[in-house]
């Protein structure tokens, strides 16, 4: 890597130096919501649809990544709603983070 800059998985150039040589690196799998809408998702057409709830979570290590949140989001005022990633099952485009109990502290 030229930069050293982090980016969520599915960049594969730099926007900051253009190089394309870029590696995963592990991260901690915590984080915080930027924003997040309530949408209504149907697997395919023969069932009801149910709500889902999308999001951008912003990597304790700095990319932003789009996700599907489990769990209810709690409105808080300045706090930041913290989440922790989840392995999704198979087939799942996006990965899948849940609502911490504890929003307000999160160790990795």
């Known amino acids: 890597m030229a ?3 982090l980016f969520a998985p599915s960049v594969v150039r730099c926007s900051s130096c253009s190089s394309e040589d870029v590696e995963r690196v592990a991260a901690a ?3 915080s919501i930027v ?3 309530v949408v209504e998702y149907a ?3 023969l069932v009801d649809p149910v709500p889902a709830i999308i999001a951008i979570v912003e990597l304790d ?3 932003w990544v789009y996700t ?3 769990g209810e989001i709690p409105q808080t005022g300045d706090q930041p709603v913290r989440v922790r990633f989840q392995a999704p099952p198979c087939g799942n485009r996006f ?3 849940a609502v911490l ?3 307000a502290v999160c160790t990795a």
């Open 3 to 5: 930069c050293r800059r």
């Open 29 to 31: 799998g915590t984080g």
């Open 35 to 37: 924003c997040w809408r």
């Open 43 to 45: 697997a395919n057409a």
């Open 61 to 63: 290590e700095g990319p």
């Open 68 to 70: 599907t949140v489990e």
């Open 95 to 97: 990965p899948i983070f």
């Open 101 to 103: 109990p504890d929003r």
